[in-house]
């Protein structure tokens, strides 16, 4: 089997992707801008051949690598990023390589576009806030005349919480509406609530071949446009509900063979027409890993190992791993520079050091939502990720 993996050394850990599918005897062909030999050692040494090109962003220059590979390694049967923003490229290089183990160019709208993802939520029996594709103000005021303020506003076709805003009254929407971006946006009812993943590996079959929770905070889009510090637990089980919805979901968007990351709201009021407190709502769909070092994070909570399970779905379909150990929680806590805090990144390590699962700089890519220094402990049960956070994020 032929796998090309694109740009793997982004997050630095997913070399483990490509580690587990050599073990399982697969070919890995890599694909980056970064020289061979400021790759990880282990990544250097899971991949059978590695191209790299001046910038992932150049179609052309990434579709030569593919045919070079084709040409020297046979057929490719799976290229993937696990990686968002490369979704829609992945989807074309799969339709012009005849690639039919992921997601195609006719099949990855229903994945980027917000707007879109409403009928397949409704297919599955999922709620979700009410939306309105923004064209004029006018039209606008008339949605929020329906749902009332605040209301959402952010890119019908994007990634993560950038050019995300809170809107809460007349003034907020003339100022959006004077300086938009010149992309589809969408509008929807702002919904009061906690922020809860349905994370997993799913089968051909879009079963579960492991689950895992996360709960964050209510909007990362303050975190980004305010510099506020980002912090997240993953739980140590999945709610039923939640579980139940998730599959529900993953199936109506025909997620099959892929790692998701799907958003909820866990309702904190009651929403008429959504639910009560502690219901479900449909957010967001996202066909990939969630950001940064979360797969290692369930992997900390659940004594597992998540890149192995994913390279079985890959080369057969099926979980061969078993956890090791008991189930916990596993939390995360950011710092930005530009911030002084109440305890040093001393303390931090002299109160947590045995606990500590991670503890390093974040990359530039990733630091205006996860920030500059990040801490990952393992923690026995909610009440002590949550201090965790408090004692980590305190500011002067």
């Known amino acids: 089997m032929n796998f090309v993996f694109i740009s793997p050394n982004f997050p630095r850990t997913y070399w483990n992707f490509c580690d587990r599918l050599r ?11 970064c020289p061979f030999e400021q790759l990880e050692p282990g990544l250097r040494g899971a991949l059978a051949e590695y191209y790299r090109v001046d910038t992932l962003e150049d179609y052309d220059q990434v579709f030569r690598a593919c045919a070079y590979f084709s040409f020297k390694h046979g057929k490719i049967d799976w290229l993937e990023s696990n990686n968002e923003y490369w979704l829609e490229q992945d989807a074309r290089l799969r339709t012009d390589f005849n690639i039919t183990t992921g997601v195609d160019t006719a099949g990855v709208a229903a994945f980027k576009s917000k707007s879109g993802m409403k009928a397949y939520y409704a297919k599955a029996g999922v709620p979700t806030a009410r939306c309105h594709r923004v064209t004029d103000q006018a039209a606008a005021e008339a949605f929020i005349g329906e749902v009332g303020w605040p209301v959402i506003v952010k ?10 805003y809170k809107l809460e009254n007349e003034a907020d929407l003339a100022a959006f509406f004077a300086e938009k971006p010149d992309v589809d946006y969408v509008m929807e009812e702002f919904i009061w609530g906690d922020i809860r993943s349905y994370d997993a590996i799913m089968n051909s079959r879009c079963e579960p071949l492991i689950e895992s929770t996360g709960v964050f905070p209510p909007s990362i889009a303050d975190i980004v446009n305010e510099q506020g510090d980002l912090a997240y637990y993953v739980a140590d089980r999945v709610p039923d509900a939640l579980a139940d919805m998730g599959r529900r979901t993953a199936k ?10 799907l958003e909820f709201f866990e309702l904190t009021r009651p929403k008429p027409g959504l639910g009560d407190v502690g219901d479900f709502v449909g957010l967001e769909v996202n066909m990939r890993p969630a950001g940064g070092y979360t797969p290692d994070m369930i992997n900390f909570a659940h004594s597992t190992d998540v890149y192995q399970i994913w390279a079985d779905m890959v080369a057969f379909d099926e979980r061969r791993e078993r956890p090791g150990g008991a189930d916990h929680f596993c939390a995360y806590a950011s710092r930005r520079d530009s911030a002084r805090y109440v305890h040093s990144h001393e303390e931090v390590l002299a109160r947590y050091g045995g606990q500590m699962a991670m503890c390093e700089r974040m990359p530039d890519a990733l630091s205006d939502a996860m920030g500059n220094q990040m801490y990952t402990i393992h923690a026995a049960d909610e009440q002590a990720a949550k201090e965790f956070i408090r004692f980590v994020g305190e500011r002067v």
């Not at 399982?24 to 801008?33: A, F, K, P, Q």
Request: net charge neutral.
């Open 23 to 33: 073990r399982n005897g697969v070919t890995v062909l890599g694909i980056g801008d």
């Open 252 to 261: 109506a968007f025909g997620a099959a063979s892929r790692f998701v990351h």
């Open 155 to 164: 890119p019908d076709n994007g990634v993560g919480a950038a050019h995300t």
